[in-house]
């Protein structure tokens, strides 16, 4: 009899399949497979003038529709990263890009990131169910654990973390070095035992009766998945 802490089993475990180039619909919008021909240009329009939006992540800011194009080609041809566009269906227009990365079937782990959201689809229910159709998908297929890591000085990346049902689990140092400055990475995770609890508090937030006639939330989506988190970032 072995008395060693080895973990738990995990019977029945299958690897689930690697995500691939699809479509995922919700009630407020849809992600598409990310194109440059079809949306760089679009897309370019939509982040104009917000290059403060560029500053956590690892490429941009970009000046011309050009080099918005040639970053899309770079991106979408690298096999290790599935990247999305996110379709208004309200506003009927492309305004937001987030892809699937460090994807690892075998571990069951894949992560959520490279999260850029124009100003038209910020703080509203499109950038959230955006976000929750990735989680819905992987978790569907079959992935134990569903992570998001931001540059640690990131703090509105920390608290949407927290917001969307994500549990802290700690800060790696010195993890990259990212436009020649030093990053240190806070990481976050969900788990497939969370993702029924999560799914629900997602069902009642982004329900349309939860917002009033000029949008105004009734239920915070942070009070519904703090009731599933299993550790909260000190920092917030």
């Known amino acids: ?24 619909e919700g009630r407020y919008c849809r992600l598409e497979p990310l194109n440059a021909e079809k949306h760089a240009a679009l897309l370019f329009n939509a982040f104009e003038g917000q290059d403060a939006h560029y500053d956590y992540l690892p490429a941009g800011p970009f000046h011309s529709a050009a080099q918005y194009h040639r970053w899309v080609k770079e ?42 959201f124009s100003p038209a689809m910020q703080r509203s229910p499109v950038s959230t169910e955006a976000i929750y159709l990735t989680m819905q998908w992987a978790f ?27 549990s802290y689990e700690g800060v790696f140092r010195q993890a990259m070095v990212v436009k020649g400055r030093n990053r240190d990475t806070a990481w976050f995770a969900m788990i497939d035992q969370e993702w029924p609890a999560l799914k629900e508090a997602y069902r009642v937030w982004l329900d349309p009766n939860n917002f009033d006639q000029d949008g105004r939330q009734h239920e915070r989506l942070g009070d519904l998945t703090g009731l599933v988190r299993v550790s909260s970032d000190p920092t917030l």
Do not use: H
């Open 1 to 24: 009899m072995n008395d060693r802490p080895i973990g738990p089993r995990v019977p029945d475990w299958t690897p689930p399949p690697a995500p691939q180039a699809m479509a995922l």
């Open 75 to 116: 991106v979408t041809a690298d096999p290790s990263n599935l990247f999305f566009v996110v379709y208004d269906l309200s506003q009927q227009a492309y305004l937001g890009v987030l892809s699937y990365l460090r994807i690892a079937p075998a571990a069951g782990s894949i992560e959520v990131g490279n999260i850029n």
């Open 140 to 166: 569907d297929a079959g992935y134990r654990r569903f992570e998001w890591k931001c540059n640690a000085l990131n703090t509105p990346s920390r608290r949407a973390a927290q917001r969307l049902g994500f």
